[in-house]
């Protein structure tokens, strides 16, 4: 475990690093600012954990600061996931902005009632450091539900979106819905087990690397040039780029569309020129 806790520091300042080096952080704010906790706080975590080890850290509660950091830092983590998914959805839907921003207000409603079910599902008769953990782990608990339903929804409508697998919003959801499954079995299986050397543990930090690794990965990989989306007038996905902005969620930007043959504002033309022609045709037979 020790040696997987040292790779894991080691992995997040390499990845904050690269990421800042290639410049995501301008798209990814929120992004950059989770890597830059997650690294500064391996590092200062690792510190006291080996502190504590030492025949003085026992004595200056080093074992006790350790655990409300880490907790502290598990719930900023949770707090900053909200704005990492937005970013992703906003990433994705960009040549749909009316979408997107439609989206976001779907997410936000659907973040409130993730939580009110992770919460709901807590259990309150404890109090202490056990109402932390609860605490701690149903909010992380609703952030996972939600990284898992948006890795899923890109995974799902990567084609229509006209998405690269090889983009990084790809790659950001991709390691985060990895890390959510170690999340899931750090959540069901903490009751069961209290120490930092259960096995479960070792699960939990395999799939943590294992999600380093994807991000290191995206990081390291060239990005796809970003290229205008091209889409037929009567694509189902543009009209509901144009319904959107009609409900009031309009974007600053509209997908480039090909020609096409029925084309809304044509097809009004035809219908008006055989209404036309019709009403010719019966006043001629009239006369």
């Given at each position: 475990m020790?040696v997987?806790v040292v790779a894991?520091?080691l992995?997040w300042?390499a990845l904050a690093?690269?990421?800042w080096?290639r410049g995501?952080q301008?798209?990814f704010?929120a992004?950059?600012a989770?890597?830059?906790?997650?690294?500064?706080?391996?590092?200062f975590?690792?510190?006291?954990?080996?502190?504590?080890?030492?025949?003085w850290g026992p004595?200056h509660?080093?074992g006790?600061?350790y655990?409300?950091?880490?907790?502290a830092?598990?719930v900023?983590?949770a707090?900053?996931?909200?704005?990492i998914?937005?970013?992703?959805?906003?990433a994705a839907?960009?040549p749909f902005p009316?979408i997107?921003n439609l989206?976001v207000?779907v997410?936000?409603?659907?973040?409130?009632a993730?939580?009110?079910?992770?919460f709901?599902?807590?259990?309150y008769?404890?109090?202490g450091?056990?109402?932390?953990f609860?605490i701690?782990?149903?909010?992380?608990?609703s952030?996972?539900i939600?990284e898992?339903?948006?890795?899923a929804?890109?995974?799902?409508?990567m084609?229509?979106?006209?998405?690269?697998?090889r983009?990084m919003?790809?790659?950001?959801?991709?390691?985060f819905?990895v890390?959510?499954?170690?999340?899931f079995?750090?959540a069901?299986?903490?009751?069961?087990?209290?120490?930092?050397n259960?096995p479960v543990?070792f699960?939990?930090?395999?799939?943590?690397l294992?999600?380093?690794?994807?991000w290191v990965?995206?990081?390291?990989?060239?990005?796809?040039?970003?290229?205008p989306v091209l889409?037929?007038?009567?694509s189902?996905?543009?009209?509901?780029?144009?319904?959107?902005?009609a409900?009031g969620?309009?974007g600053?930007?509209v997908?480039?569309?090909?020609?096409?043959?029925?084309?809304?504002l044509?097809?009004?033309e035809r219908?008006?020129?055989?209404?036309l022609a019709r009403n010719?045709?019966?006043?001629g037979s009239?006369t």
């Amino acid at each position: 475990m020790s040696v997987l806790v040292v790779a894991e520091t080691l992995l997040w300042a390499a990845l904050a690093f690269l990421f800042w080096r290639r410049g995501f952080q301008r798209r990814f704010r929120a992004t950059g600012a989770y890597l830059f906790l997650r690294a500064a706080a391996g590092a200062f975590l690792l510190l006291l954990l080996e502190l504590e080890s030492t025949p003085w850290g026992p004595a200056h509660r080093l074992g006790t600061v350790y655990f409300y950091s880490y907790f502290a830092m598990y719930v900023a983590s949770a707090v900053l996931l909200y704005s990492i998914c937005i970013e992703v959805f906003r990433a994705a839907l960009s040549p749909f902005p009316s979408i997107a921003n439609l989206t976001v207000v779907v997410f936000r409603w659907a973040v409130v009632a993730s939580a009110i079910l992770g919460f709901a599902s807590m259990s309150y008769g404890k109090g202490g450091i056990a109402a932390i953990f609860g605490i701690s782990y149903g909010l992380m608990r609703s952030m996972s539900i939600l990284e898992i339903c948006l890795l899923a929804f890109l995974c799902l409508t990567m084609n229509a979106l006209r998405m690269s697998p090889r983009d990084m919003a790809f790659g950001i959801a991709l390691g985060f819905g990895v890390m959510s499954a170690g999340d899931f079995v750090l959540a069901a299986w903490v009751n069961f087990y209290g120490t930092v050397n259960d096995p479960v543990q070792f699960v939990a930090e395999s799939l943590i690397l294992a999600a380093l690794g994807v991000w290191v990965t995206y990081c390291l990989l060239p990005e796809p040039a970003p290229r205008p989306v091209l889409l037929p007038a009567n694509s189902t996905i543009y009209r509901w780029n144009e319904i959107a902005s009609a409900l009031g969620h309009p974007g600053t930007k509209v997908a480039i569309q090909q020609p096409a043959n029925s084309f809304f504002l044509s097809d009004v033309e035809r219908v008006v020129e055989k209404v036309l022609a019709r009403n010719m045709n019966g006043r001629g037979s009239e006369t």
